[in-house]
């Protein structure tokens, strides 16, 4: 079984690297580039045999205490296979 | 219109922060934790009456030439709206 955690920072947090990076691709001829966030995202592959309900519980504890600061990012968690 | 670019190391890649997650992981009691691999998430928002043809190959574009090391990395670009 496989989980994607999407890390992101929240829609009212400023986010340099990205405004960056948006700077970076107009400057390079790319104006229709309106606005660019970066994120994380978070591929784990848990052991064989784990159940689905569990995975999900874990999961979400993981991504709530470890891999995402809740104070200025969201996360989003799905369970694949 | 919005574009997701997914970015990861090649699986052949390895990924020594991903390592470092899990072993903090499994130091924590999640013993269910095979591998985890971290990447990145690039939410581009396209200026209106972008059309999605047009945006396709521009993101598609700025993914191989500029989010993504093709040499290490791998790249998924998603349009959405």
Redesign the interface.
């Known amino acids: 079984m496989k989980a994607l955690v999407?890390v992101?920072f929240k829609k009212t947090v400023l986010d340099p690297q990205?405004q960056t990076?948006r700077k970076?691709?107009v400057g390079?001829g790319?104006?229709?580039?309106?606005?660019?966030?970066?994120?994380?995202?978070?591929?784990?592959?848990?052991?064989p045999g784990?159940e689905r309900k569990?995975?999900e519980a874990?999961i979400g504890q993981?991504a709530n205490d470890?891999?995402a600061n809740p104070v200025i990012e969201e996360y989003r968690v799905e369970i694949v296979d």
Not at 30 to 44: D, L, Y
């Open positions: 999407y992101s990205g990076i970076a691709l390079m790319h104006h229709s580039i309106a606005e660019v966030r970066q994120g994380k995202v978070f591929e784990i592959d848990l052991a784990t569990q995975a874990e993981i470890v891999l």
